[in-house]
């Protein structure tokens, strides 16, 4: 999910098999994943935003999750 949803550049490789079929050679944290992580960081941002995932019973897509941080992290600089 984090590499079709553009926070990881990387690859599912199926070719070594075994037990566990998939490997997930990650390579890079792109910039929206720099964007994410730091948003997340902050305590008060965060604790915002677990509150409000919360009344979706605390389960959120990644997509959603990110404009939720961004609209967080917009409203607190207007301060």
Same mark, same amino acid.
């Given at each position: 999910?984090?590499?079709? !949803?553009? #926070?990881?550049?990387? %690859?599912?490789?199926?070719?070594?098999?075994?037990?566990?079929? $998939?490997?997930?050679?990650?390579?890079?944290?792109?910039?929206a994943?720099? !964007?994410f #992580?730091d948003?997340? %960081?902050?305590?008060?941002i965060?604790?915002?935003?677990?509150? $409000?995932?919360?009344?979706?019973?605390?389960?959120?897509?990644?997509?959603?999750?990110?404009?939720?941080l961004?609209?967080?992290?917009?409203?607190?600089?207007?301060?």
């Amino acid at each position: 999910m984090l590499i079709d !949803d553009g #926070l990881i550049e990387g %690859r599912v490789s199926d070719e070594i098999g075994g037990k566990y079929p $998939r490997h997930y050679v990650i390579q890079r944290l792109t910039s929206a994943g720099h !964007d994410f #992580l730091d948003a997340s %960081r902050n305590d008060t941002i965060w604790a915002k935003f677990k509150k $409000r995932a919360a009344k979706f019973g605390g389960s959120l897509s990644i997509p959603v999750a990110m404009e939720l941080l961004k609209t967080l992290l917009k409203d607190q600089l207007k301060l």
